[in-house]
């Protein structure tokens, strides 16, 4: 009768401590989706659209109110990835420009595939800390983007350097990357 004590005392020690990790592994879990975003924050990778569209409102205004630095040159050179069935490309690689100057670039994107497809741009910059100085007044990245089959669309950023962006940098790059929203097929992919 005693060994039976024994093992019932064993299995309830036992079903304490795998409770006890089901608990602290649902917890990490529920954890991660926070802890991602802050990691993507701290180190610039994977920024997220919505806060630059929230932050629209405040370049519309940045732009009307800032002076042209023109005793300095700034060199912004776009890139394109793609995760999907199309073509996604800049019009120019590299435009020159200075802080407080109001500049354009087109992006061109065109669906491969003989059905209609959405897609999302997500932007990155280097160096990261240029992130914080790039006024976006307009761009594709705030909205996903519809494309017919075998369609070819442009779409322009408009966007403005803060003059405050320290001296030392005079090289940024602004990259893009686009991928398909929706759908299963991405993933099957």
């Not at 079903?15 to 701290?42: D, Q, R, T």
């Not at 061109?108 to 209609?116: G, H, K, V, Y």
């Not at 594709?140 to 350097?161: D, M």
């Not at 405050?164 to 398909?180: A, C, M, Q, V, W």
């Amino acid at each position: 009768m005693s060994e039976a004590v024994q093992t019932s005392g064993q299995n309830k020690t036992l079903f304490g401590k795998l409770l006890m990790i089901a608990v602290l592994m649902f917890s990490f879990g529920y954890a991660l989706v926070p802890l991602y975003n802050a990691i993507c924050e701290a180190t610039g990778i994977n920024v997220l659209t919505s806060r630059e569209k929230l932050d629209y409102a405040e370049a519309k205004r940045f732009a009307q109110n800032t002076q042209v630095d023109v005793s300095r040159n700034l060199s912004i050179e776009f890139d394109a990835n793609s995760h999907g069935p199309w073509s996604f490309k800049p019009k120019n690689n590299v435009i020159e420009g200075h802080p407080g100057e109001i500049m354009t670039i087109v992006y061109q994107i065109t669906n491969n595939l003989d059905r209609e497809v959405q897609g999302q741009a997500i932007p990155s910059y280097a160096p990261k800390q240029s992130a914080s100085y790039f006024k976006k007044l307009e761009c594709f990245c705030f909205e996903q983007q519809t494309l017919k089959p075998g369609e070819t669309k442009e779409f322009p950023v408009v966007f403005v350097i803060d003059p405050k962006l320290p001296d030392g940098i005079r090289n940024i790059t602004l990259s893009y990357t686009f991928f398909e929203v929706g759908t299963n097929t991405a993933l099957a992919r």
